[in-house]
């Protein structure tokens, strides 16, 4: 066989393998919101992919680490392999000059994964307190996201910006409290829009952390 056609069926069978991937994620996060998590089994998951059980932990591993998977996809709206922090969006936003205009991009863009990623994070709530995997994955999700309050606070002092009087540490817990998961699913719970929270949350993240 020719390094052409060992290199052609290596791509092939890489495309395969995301496939499989895809159709996973996609029956288990069907079947998770549909029964909840607990209720689902990887049995479950596997006939409603078409695929085997074993190809099921073969690909995942764990069901928690497919809820995990799940989520990471939902975050960046795609399953390439790109980081958020290397997207185009977020970049443009680290070379954003006004703090007015970088504190509401960085709202907008925290308002679209939160819309995107709230259905999973409630699952996380739901099995966290049956399955130490999953409660380590909500811990290493709040984890993340008040680090992007430390990222959007820490851009905002290095352009000194950042509202006197509040320390660093206490300007991201600050932020994680307007834009964290619980207020953002509370004001849900009342029936507000993404859109209504996101200008709400913005108004409030100018006041509290931009130097006027």
Not at 36 to 64: E, H, L, W
Not at 145 to 152: D, S
């Amino acid at each position: 066989m020719s390094e052409k056609t060992r290199g052609y069926s290596s791509d092939v069978r890489a495309a395969q393998a995301r496939e499989t991937r895809r159709r996973i994620r996609a029956a288990a996060e069907e079947l998770f919101l549909a029964n909840g998590y607990v209720a689902t089994s990887m049995d479950a998951i596997a006939k409603a992919a078409g695929v085997s059980r074993q190809t099921v932990f073969t690909a995942f591993g764990s069901k928690a680490a497919l809820l995990s998977e799940i989520g990471d996809v939902q975050v960046v709206g795609d399953d390439e392999p790109v980081p958020l922090a290397e997207r185009e969006a977020v970049k443009r936003l680290q070379e954003e000059d006004d703090p007015v205009a970088l504190v509401r991009g960085w709202m907008k863009l925290g308002s679209g994964i939160m819309e995107r990623t709230s259905p999973s994070y409630r699952l996380m709530i739901e099995a966290a307190p049956h399955d130490a995997e999953v409660a380590k994955l909500k811990a290493r999700v709040d984890d993340l996201h008040l680090g992007g309050m430390r990222e959007m606070v820490d851009l905002l002092a290095s352009k000194g910006a950042l509202r006197a009087g509040r320390s660093r540490a206490r300007a991201a817990e600050a932020a994680w409290l307007v834009m964290g998961y619980p207020t953002y699913l509370a004001a849900m719970a009342r029936g507000w829009s993404s859109r209504e929270y996101e200008r709400w949350a913005a108004d409030c993240l100018v006041a509290v952390l931009v130097d006027p």
